[in-house]
């Protein structure tokens, strides 16, 4: 099965840039999707196909995938974008989606 | 607008068999490219994804849990329910619901979420 490496945390500054990185093996072969969860609240959708952003959410929010690293970059960060991030991709060979484990995202 | 939301048991006996319905609106479960997964969450932990199942009543299920796992759907209803057998004290989580976008290998619409505790 496939698996999808993340960093348990990340830590930045306000104003910052935080990348939030997603390994797999050939990841970049794959479409990487990307979600933020806050405490006690459900998922939500930030990229998607690597680099798209669906509505309502900022621009600040940008991906990237390639080789076995994809990465969530959220730039000039705000209080507000302290969360837990998940990566996921659909694994084709066993027809089933594959989660990561998380990278819990502080901001100082 | 779409919504989801995750109903069922707050609490479970080990061995016994979890069944979780999710009600959703704003989409119709017979429209092509449509589909509605399960996924959970135990606290403190990561996410995993457990199953799906599309408009023409293909299914998909986590291959570490398929043999105790069925997806159902009910087009009339607007419903998909999830059951589980064997409940285990690790299966205590938070069960999501969630819409798949058409085509496209994610989700973009969750439910809130249901706390299921497993305990004697």
């Known amino acids: 099965s496939y698996v999808l490496t993340q960093p348990p945390s990340v830590s930045v500054a306000p104003g910052k840039t935080a990348r939030i990185t997603c390994g797999g093996n050939n990841i970049g072969s794959k479409s990487v999707h990307w979600y933020q969860q806050k405490p006690g609240q459900a998922p939500v959708l930030v990229i998607y196909?690597?680099?798209d952003r669906p509505s309502g959410i900022p621009e600040r929010f940008s991906g990237s995938n390639s080789g076995n690293t994809a990465t969530l970059t959220i730039s000039r960060v705000e209080a507000g974008d302290e969360a837990d991030y998940y990566c996921q991709v659909w694994d084709s060979s066993s027809d089933h989606a594959v989660f990561g484990g998380g990278t819990q995202l502080t901001v100082l | 607008q779409i919504t989801l939301k995750e109903s069922g048991p707050t609490l479970v006996k080990p061995t016994q068999t979890l069944t979780l319905t999710c009600t959703f609106s704003?989409?119709?479960?017979?429209?092509?490219?449509?589909?509605v997964g399960w996924i959970r969450q135990p606290p403190g932990k990561a996410l995993e994804w457990l199953a799906l199942i599309y408009w023409d009543d293909d299914k998909r299920y986590s291959p570490s849990l398929k043999s105790r796992l069925t997806i159902t759907k009910d087009t009339s209803k607007n419903q998909v329910v999830l059951t589980m057998t064997n409940m285990d004290p690790v299966d205590t989580a938070t069960y999501y619901c969630?819409?798949?976008?058409?085509?496209?290998?994610?989700?973009?619409?969750w439910g809130q979420g249901t706390l299921v505790t497993v305990s004697s």
């Open positions: 196909y690597d680099s």
């Open positions: 969630a819409h798949r976008h058409p085509g496209d290998p994610f989700f973009d619409y």
């Open positions: 704003g989409f119709s479960l017979s429209t092509s490219g449509v589909g």
